[in-house]
């Protein structure tokens, strides 16, 4: 059974224009190289026929994968998600408890997970560590390093 993935607006639409950008753009040019190797005759000893159908049966895979995780897809509304617990979509303002860094991170789904904009995956460990906590909590997380943990400061929706 595949796996429900949530998404905010913004992620799913994103995922819809790149499968459309696969459908429409990347499987004609595909055909059409398959089409020009094929005109260049014996095809049992024609490596750049070769190449253009392993290029469509990566293709169709990225497009099959694609189609079922947005069959699997469903967008939320941060605005009716409860602020009392970290869940996906919040904004968690946390302090490292051994040096006292404050960081505010906002739990995604792992396609959306971009760290330079301070978006965590819900599936990363410090992601499972914070779901589920209240404004006070300690998350104890495991980490690569060790034992980290982090007092929950603030929740919000963005």
Request: aromatic share 4%; net charge neutral; charged share 30%.
């Amino acid at each position: 059974m595949a796996k429900v993935s949530y998404y905010t607006q913004e992620g799913y639409n994103k995922l819809k224009a790149e499968l459309d950008h696969l459908r429409n753009v990347e499987r004609p040019r595909v055909i059409a190289a398959i089409a020009e190797a094929r005109d260049k005759g014996d095809l049992s000893e024609n490596a750049e026929y070769d190449a253009a159908k392993e290029a469509q049966g990566m293709l169709e895979m990225r497009i099959a994968k694609m189609e079922e995780t947005l069959a699997n897809a469903r967008v939320m509304d941060a605005s009716q998600l409860d602020n009392s617990k970290v869940l996906i979509l919040s904004t968690v303002r946390i302090r490292n408890v051994q040096n006292k860094r404050e960081t505010r991170y906002t739990l995604v789904a792992q396609n959306e997970a971009d760290i330079a904009k301070g978006k965590i995956s819900v599936d990363s460990p410090i992601g499972k560590g914070l779901l589920g906590k209240a404004v006070g909590d300690i998350a104890e997380i495991k980490v690569p390093n060790g034992i980290m943990n982090f007092e929950i400061l603030e929740i919000t929706r963005e």
